[in-house]
């Protein structure tokens, strides 16, 4: 349908705008890191230690559940049946997420921690023998076969999407930090003299890690947010557009390119080197980007039907998929190892 799609688009693209917006404006604050505690321990004092649950694990619960939602809508309007593009989120999560803590700690050493980019490229090297193990197994006793062209392009407009939205995590917890301004080139310094970020509160990893809070840095999160956003959004229109090896390419070429240029400009650590890990993992996502764009098929696959898309999320399954994704997502994430708290109960006696 001409209308639907781009009516979709422009709604999708004011949602952003509007969460990026007051996200890029709110986030730094000290008090958006700590969402709340569970006390868990009682001391000697009276004092509970307390479990810290994060705005971090907010955000990225949000940005997991969808990327996952616009990855079922986009296979939804291929015909694909639900049982199959889960079965593919599965196998591919079920690698991602053990492999960002994994890769975090054997590039920067560090166990308690995560990182988005060496998770995306472990699950851009497994998805095509995912989706090929479900094809042969689950999909032949079932009657399906998922394309793998197709199924890629919506998996990289669903990361590129994700990750723009997953930014805001950083965001709040002060990590992925840019540099000071005060130690970059004089025209950075002059482009982001205006739109910058100002991180407070001695708990942000950007304090505790460089002491930078108070600062003006570079907003290395927002940039990557938007782009990464827009990246998405485009990729999403070509891909309902019926151009799916054109949406897997921009999206991968776009945000990895994106991550080479960006670590240039970051101020956390990211290992040892001048060329980060990080930075060679995105240099072999482009080249295995291209490699996938000349080497699989573009024909093939019902033409996509957005609102088949939209209607395929409009089930109790998926609801409750989606639902125990974000629960998950929040408890894996959101439960701060670095920050610990102290709560203290006492008896209001004037409203007894």
Request: with cysteine; net charge positive; aromatic share 14%.
């Amino acid at each position: 349908m001409f209308m639907l799609n781009e009516i979709f688009i422009l709604s999708l693209t004011l949602i952003l705008i509007l969460l990026l917006r007051w996200g890029f404006r709110t986030l730094p604050g000290e008090e958006w890191q700590s969402l709340g505690c569970i006390p868990a321990i009682k001391g000697a004092d009276g004092s509970w230690n307390a479990v810290n649950l994060t705005y971090y694990g907010f955000f990225n619960a949000i940005a997991y559940t969808m990327a996952v939602a616009l990855f079922f809508m986009l296979a939804g309007s291929l015909h694909l049946p639900f049982i199959s593009t889960l079965a593919v989120i599965i196998a591919v999560l079920g690698v991602c997420m053990p492999a960002s803590r994994l890769l975090a700690f054997a590039v920067e050493g560090k166990w308690h921690t995560f990182t988005v980019g060496g998770a995306f490229f472990t699950g851009l090297l497994v998805a095509p023998a995912a989706i090929l193990l479900v094809n042969i197994t689950v999909g032949e006793r079932m009657g399906f076969d998922i394309p793998l062209l197709h199924t890629l392009a919506a998996m990289s407009v669903a990361y590129a999407m994700g990750e723009g939205v997953g930014r805001l995590a950083c965001i709040s917890f002060g990590c992925c930090y840019g540099k000071p301004l005060s130690a970059c080139h004089p025209l950075v310094e002059k482009i982001f003299a205006r739109w910058h970020f100002v991180f407070s509160g001695e708990t942000k990893k950007i304090a505790y890690a460089h002491q930078l809070d108070g600062q003006k840095v570079v907003p290395i999160q927002g940039l990557t947010a938007a782009l990464y956003c827009a990246s998405g959004l485009l990729g999403c229109y070509l891909f309902l557009k019926g151009f799916a090896s054109y949406a897997l390419i921009e999206t991968l070429v776009i945000t990895q390119g994106w991550r080479i240029l960006s670590e240039f400009f970051r101020a956390d650590y990211r290992g040892t080197g001048r060329i980060t890990a990080y930075q060679i993992m995105a240099v072999l996502s482009v080249v295995y980007a291209f490699f996938l764009f000349f080497m699989l098929p573009t024909s093939g696959g019902a033409p996509p039907d957005l609102m088949a898309g939209l209607q395929s999320l409009w089930d109790p399954g998926m609801m409750l998929c989606l639902g125990a994704l974000w629960l998950y997502s929040f408890l894996y994430t959101g439960r701060s190892r670095v920050i610990g708290a102290t709560v203290h109960f006492h008896v209001v006696k004037e409203k007894i």
